[in-house]
Structure formats: structure tokens, C-alpha cells
């Protein structure tokens, strides 16, 4: 499974860049490929592993996880509110 560096995500949007590690193209992520503890949002810097997708539209991260979910998640009052490698709190949508 490759991974990579989130090198941007847009946290109201839906979709981010992952720069692969070893010099292949960048990934498109998009928010639904997201799975485990990162609660659907990246933050830039991020370490992830997922499955590489060739389509028409190009390459695609699917099946996306954060490299740090193998060893488990802080506890999200641990992370609440920082900002960085930290992820802020969802907001509750309609």
C-alpha cells in the first residue's frame, strides 16, 4: 500500500492533495476516501497510507488512513483546538 504527505486538504470542501512518497504523481483525496480516526478531514503534514486509483479524471487516494492510526488515536481532548498535526473538531452539520 503506498503512502504519502498530505501537502493540502480543504477542511469545508471535499477533496486534498497527497504528495507520494518515492516521486510519484500527487493523489487526489477526496473526503469520502478517508477511513479510521482521521474523521474524514487531513491537515497538511499528515502521514497517510491508501490505494491508488487511475481514472479518467487521474490518480486517485482511496481507502486513505493515517499512519498514525496503527498505533491508535489521541484521545480527542488531547487535540482539541491545536492546530497543526492536531485536528479541530468537526462541526455538527444540518
Known amino acids: 500500500m ?3 504527505v498530505v501537502k493540502w486538504f ?5 477533496v ?5 512518497e518515492g516521486g510519484a504523481p500527487d493523489a487526489v483525496a477526496y ?3 478517508i477511513h ?3 474523521d474524514a ?3 497538511e503534514g499528515d502521514r497517510v497510507c491508501f490505494d491508488v486509483t487511475q481514472d479518467s479524471a ?3 487516494a482511496d481507502n486513505v488512513h493515517l499512519l498514525t492510526c496503527e498505533a491508535g488515536c489521541p484521545p480527542a481532548e488531547e487535540t ?3 492546530i497543526g498535526a492536531a485536528r479541530l473538531p468537526r462541526p455538527a452539520w444540518p
Open 36 to 38: 479510521g480516526c482521521a
Open 58 to 60: 487521474g490518480i486517485r
Open 31 to 33: 473526503r469520502s476516501a
Open 41 to 43: 478531514t487531513l491537515v
Open 80 to 82: 482539541a483546538g491545536r
Open 16 to 20: 486534498g492533495v497527497i504528495a507520494q
Open 10 to 14: 480543504d477542511p469545508c470542501g471535499v
Open 2 to 4: 503506498p503512502s504519502g
